[in-house]
């Protein structure tokens, strides 16, 4: 997410809760600034409506919620199910945010079990939930690029 979210204090609040995207864009700049995907998330959340993010918001959740269903039922994280759940997150940043490429989304999957931050996020869904997702995310992408 960058850093360029257009909502009064009550909308960002009502949409991301206790997560204020303005506490952590000075560390995402530092990181990501000078990336075409950087720039490419600014200019594309500028513009967004609270309507928008409340889609975004829950195009997110709901694959969470797949992809911990899919967990859940004992699902391997590199089958097709969990795979698919993947792609269709990658295909989700893609269209919301940045272009997401396998080797993009690769890194998002290791920070969600290497930055605490993540992994608690992600987990607050389903306990173990980050690294299952990050399995998957590897086995997508080996899938999608031999």
């Known amino acids: 997410m960058s850093a360029h979210v257009n909502l ?3 909308e960002r609040a009502e949409l991301f809760g206790g997560f204020d995207p303005d ?10 600034g000078g990336t075409q995907a950087w720039a490419d ?12 993010w ?5 195009e997110a959740a709901g694959i969470s919620a ?4 899919a967990m859940r039922a004992g699902l391997p994280a590199d089958g097709g199910q969990a795979m698919d ?4 997150h990658r295909a989700h940043i893609t269209r ?4 997401c490429t396998y080797e993009i989304h690769r890194g998002l999957g290791e920070m ?8 608690a996020s992600i987990d607050a869904t389903a306990a173990g939930l980050a690294e299952y997702f990050r399995s998957a995310i590897i086995a997508n992408a080996v899938r999608h690029q031999g």
């Open 8 to 10: 009064s204090a009550e």
């Open 66 to 69: 797949r992809m911990a269903e």
């Open 112 to 119: 969600y079990v290497t930055d605490p931050r993540f992994t």
């Open 85 to 88: 759940l993947a792609e269709e």
């Open 23 to 32: 506490e952590h864009a000075a560390e995402a700049e530092r990181r990501w």
């Open 54 to 58: 409340q889609r975004f918001l829950a």
């Open 41 to 52: 998330s600014a200019r594309r959340t500028a513009s967004y409506t609270k309507e928008d």
């Open 96 to 99: 919301w945010c940045y272009e």
